[in-house]
């Protein structure tokens, strides 16, 4: 019998061996796989050790940190709920971080690399120095106001976004998105609760969790139109140089004639390119386009930001909130020549053309800064826990898609647009503001969208905002003018001019 | 030159190796305490020290009753039993922490329980060895014994579900506060039984036999006894779901069926019958349900364990073994010390899953040197069945510690995802008195066969008649049959 016992003890060697290979397996090949699981409570309990970072604007707290009894020692909280939200994102506990909370999460944790110093420090001291601290661009005011404004508005539009920006340096001043959701549920250390508020959330037709300022691009209309004015200007066209207009145009190989928003709206066979722009005539800037060509609406749209796939916002070494790009869309036929009907509807925004409302706010900022184009950004500063700067935005140039002159001549148009066109009501007192509407036809049958961009100067003749507001679907008519309106008070708000 | 008593017995070797066992186990309860209460207590010493007491007193009993044994036994069994203990008073620090209860005393929680039962199952070991002095006896009651174990077996399931289910699985008596798993004691009664018999038949059963596909079938007659015994203990078991001691008991058929006869025939028609089974089961189970169902369950859950569907479903959810791999895995090679991990994230922690607790706090290198222990106590077993001289005694040597192998390896491969999971304890280490009394008397019984094995054919304390040598001790009452044509 000392045979088949001699190769139980072979058999039991081999189980054994597997049992250790498979150790190895568990332990040392899979071992950080599974100490960084999202299933893995030691990762939540070792990162609520210390209190997360607060991301704060205009030294309001965005969002911070309570101390619990619980295992997980520090709660996350948003005191703003959903006026940020969009924005800053939200810290869950089971699974990733979205928004700013996501982008600088290793700062905020106190993980980040220009935190070490302080880590360091606490290695001598045994003080557990915390999270490092975001601040943000945003002036609360103008957020406020944006966010009143944009879920109050007049024309019963219940999605739509705003963004301003500092024109001179490219730092975003406000940015809603609207409908918005509280964070703070999300948050919760009650995981089931937590997965129940984001299913919620995340199953809404409305889309609530969606930033759509950022992550949506609509067509913009006649918002395209400054870009026009811009390819004409640089094409030796003069503010009064006058362009072929008409009640209605039909394109070359179009089934249907382009007409204006109204039979007033420049009827004449020829209007000047600041009449047209002041009041949006689509007939001009339709044969415009075509008179200039596919290859070079595209360009132009191009060198104001069009077609940009990485651009983000968040501090300027890179990361933030990405932004989708904004495309110019097909205008040629099968053969590859130009689709004339394409190039025409495209060039009043529509067609394929879709932009994102920063892009548009980045527009308006582009023509009050003389032509320099800033790179967007949301973090103004990064202060270590003990409220050390650490990195300050330093402004720089995104592009340069239009000289001085074509500036100063595309500003004073678009002053005219606010002044005597279709942006009155986005006049404020005791500023000089420019902008441009737009109505988006959106499908048959469907309401279309209302668009603002613009930017206002202080008395000294600086540009101190830029603003893009956007209403989906506004059921009632002229949403631009509302949207006109909003922008309005956003910029006057954010140039400390009070709101409402 | 005068012998120097205990020299050849290698009993002082054992005693050094035990004092030995029990400064580890007392290491490890020290840092415990420093990482959990950031302090050592006064108290940090006493469990370590009456184990070292208890596992002393076992020695001694060893020393005057079986003194030949194998001296690596005790020492390396007291090494994982300390160590359990250990790791269960470490997790009722913790639990006491969390909850802000508090520290239970030295007798307190479940690790002053499952002091306890080590002295219970101490006790019952040496009652065994004084009782017991020659494993053969053990025959004479081989029936009995076969009886008792199928009763053991049974129990529980005839028993209203009120006192025997937990988790719902059958395998409980719970009188009072405390419950017995009859079925952990029912391996010894179930492996005596087969030996005996086999032992009585093998002749026949490896003889008279029909060939069919190249494979020696024997009589059904000569295997009857043996199967229906163990056909019984399976159905059982399958009724009280509890799927990895059924798996136990067939492996352990399956050997002592193989060492009997030496046919590898017996081997391959186990295996097939197995994973036929396990396979059969497996595909009922997705597309019948019903019995099968949770078979299935275990077997998917088992494949991707990380999936979420199965992580967050209600009933059958891969959440505990996801959370014991993470364990190891957060433990990783050196572990992150005694005391400083979260087991306590783990369910099941003290009993089922007790061996991904302690891998996260001793690491690769730890469990590796535990899963060494346990190889060693197993090759051991199988040694003492090498060296035993009647057939008797072999096959309980080796059924004993190829069971146990076999146990240490279902728990551990389920808990390391190796093998689809299913509860068992972790010999010596799990909290639990059946588990460990019955695996100490199985110790008993590997050591007084290793005793049989190791003594000297003259001298010795249990020393053999002077005069010529004798003829092998034949079993008792074993006569092989002869086999009519």
Not at chain 1, 173 to 198: C, E, G, I, R, W
Not at chain 1, 238 to 260: C, E, F, L, M
Not at chain 1, 290 to 314: N, R, T
């Amino acid at each position: 019998m000392n045979a088949p016992l001699r190769k139980a003890g072979v058999v039991i060697l081999v189980l054994f061996g597997l049992l250790f290979a498979n150790l190895n397996w568990v332990q040392a090949y899979k071992a950080d796989d599974y100490r960084t699981s999202d299933y893995n409570g030691r990762v939540q309990v070792a990162e609520y050790e210390v209190p997360r970072g607060v991301i704060e604007a205009g030294k309001q707290p965005l969002a911070q940190s309570k101390a619990t009894d619980g295992a997980l020692k520090y709660l996350r909280v948003y005191p703003e709920k959903e006026l940020y939200a969009p924005v800053i994102g939200y810290k869950p506990v089971n699974i990733g971080e979205v928004g700013i909370e996501r982008s600088e999460n290793d700062f905020l944790s106190g993980a980040s690399d220009k935190l070490l110093a302080d880590r360091i420090s606490a290695m001598f001291t045994g003080e557990q120095p915390g999270g490092g601290n975001v601040v943000l661009s945003l002036i609360p005011k103008a957020q406020e106001v944006a966010w009143k404004q944009l879920t109050k508005n007049k024309s019963g539009a219940t999605k739509g976004s705003a963004v301003a920006i500092d024109p001179r340096t490219g730092a975003i001043q406000a940015m809603v998105s609207m409908p918005s959701f509280d964070p703070n549920p999300l948050a919760s250390h009650d995981n089931k609760a937590a997965t129940a508020a984001y299913n919620e959330l995340d199953k809404d037709k409305d889309k609530p969790l969606l930033n759509r300022a950022t992550s949506e691009n609509y067509p913009p209309g006649s918002v395209m139109k400054v870009i026009m004015a811009s390819l004409a200007l640089k094409n030796g066209y003069q503010q009064d140089t006058a362009i072929p207009a008409s009640a209605s145009y039909t394109a070359p190989g179009a089934g249907k004639p382009i007409k204006n928003a109204a039979p007033s709206v420049c009827p004449e066979a020829q209007v000047t390119l600041k009449q047209a722009l002041t009041e949006s005539c689509n007939t001009g800037f339709a044969r415009l386009g075509v008179k200039l060509g596919g290859d070079k609406v595209k360009q132009e749209a191009q060198e104001w930001g069009f077609e940009q796939d990485d651009l983000s916002i968040g501090n300027l070494k890179g990361g933030g909130l990405p932004v989708a790009a904004s495309r110019m869309g097909e205008m040629q036929n099968p053969d590859g020549s130009t689709d004339q009907a394409a190039l025409a509807q495209s060039s009043i925004g529509q067609n394929e053309v879709r932009m994102t409302s920063v892009l548009g706010a980045m527009m308006a900022a582009t023509v009050a800064n003389g032509g320099q184009q800033m790179r967007p950004h949301l973090v103004k500063q990064l202060l270590s826990a003990d409220r050390r700067a650490i990195y300050n935005a330093n402004p720089e140039t995104l592009r340069t898609p239009i000289s001085d002159d074509v500036a100063s001549d595309l500003k004073d148009m678009m002053v005219s647009v606010v002044e005597n066109g279709t942006g009155t009501q986005a006049r404020i007192d005791g500023f000089e503001v420019g902008g441009k509407t737009g109505t988006a036809e959106n499908g048959e049958g469907e309401d279309p969208h209302g668009w603002f961009i613009g930017f206002a100067f202080d008395d000294k003749g600086q540009p101190v905002s830029a603003v893009c507001v956007m209403m989906e679907r506004v059921p009632a008519a002229h949403g631009s003018s509302e949207a006109a309106r909003i922008g309005g008070l956003i910029m006057k708000a954010a140039a400390g001019g009070g709101g409402d | 030159m005068p012998r120097i008593p205990g020299s050849s017995t290698r009993r002082n070797a054992e005693l050094g190796l035990l004092l030995f066992a029990m400064v580890i186990v007392a290491i490890f309860a020290a840092t415990v305490e420093a990482s959990q209460l950031d302090t050592l207590t006064s108290s940090f010493w006493v469990p370590p020290a009456l184990l070292g007491i208890l596992f002393v007193g076992l020695h001694f009993v060893v020393r005057f009753t079986a003194a030949h044994a194998d001296p690596i036994l005790i020492p390396t069994v007291a090494l994982i039993n300390g160590l359990g203990v250990a790791f269960l008073r470490r997790l009722d620090l913790g639990r006491a922490i969390v909850l802000k209860e508090p520290i239970p005393g030295v007798f307190g929680g479940t690790g002053g329980k499952q002091l306890m039962w080590t002295l219970l199952a101490l006790i019952l070991a040496s009652v065994l060895l004084l009782v017991v002095r020659d494993h053969k006896v053990v025959s004479r009651y081989a029936y009995t014994l076969g009886l008792i174990g199928i009763v053991l077996v049974m129990l529980p399931a005839v028993l209203p579900a009120s006192i025997s289910e937990i988790n719902g699985a059958r395998l409980w008596i719970k009188v009072g506060g405390v419950s017995i798993q009859p079925g952990e004691f029912a391996k010894l009664a179930l492996v005596s039984f087969f030996a005996y018999y086999l032992v009585r038949k093998r002749e026949v059963l490896s003889l008279a036999s029909r060939r069919f596909l190249g494979i020696d079938f024997p009589r059904g007659r000569d295997l009857g006894p043996v199967v229906t015994v163990w056909l019984l203990s399976l159905l059982v078991l399958v009724f009280e779901k509890d799927l990895g001691t059924a798996l136990l008991y067939f492996g352990l058929f399956v050997v002592t069926l193989y060492v009997a006869t030496e046919r590898a025939s017996w081997l391959i028609i186990g295996l097939v019958m197995f994973f036929g089974g396990v396979y059969v089961a497996y595909l009922l189970g997705a597309s019948v349900g019903g019995p099968f169902a949770n078979f299935y369950d275990r077997a998917s859950v088992w494949l991707d364990p990380f999936n979420s569907e199965f992580y967050y479903r209600e009933f059958g959810s891969s959440f505990q073994l996801v959370q014991g791999l993470l364990g190891l895995g957060t433990g990783g090679m050196f572990g992150t010390g005694p005391g400083s991990g979260s087991p306590l994230l783990v369910p099941e922690v003290r009993t089922d899953f007790i061996f991904a607790g302690m891998g996260e706090e001793i690491g690769l290198f730890g469990l590796s040197a535990l899963l060494i222990c346990y190889l060693l106590i197993v090759e051991r077993g199988l040694r003492a069945a090498l060296g035993v001289r009647d057939s008797f005694g072999k096959l309980v040597a080796g059924g004993l510690a190829f069971t146990l192998g076999l146990q240490v390896f279902v728990i551990l491969g389920g808990i390391t995802g190796l093998i689809p999971l299913t509860g068992q304890t972790t010999p010596f280490l799990s909290a639990g008195g059946s588990s460990l009394m019955a695996n100490w008397l199985l110790v008993a019984m590997l050591l007084r066969i290793s005793d049989a094995a190791r003594r000297p054919a003259t001298g010795g304390p249990a020393a053999q008649p002077t005069g010529p040598k004798q003829p092998p001790v034949q079993l008792h009452g074993a006569m092989t049959e002869v086999i009519k044509p």
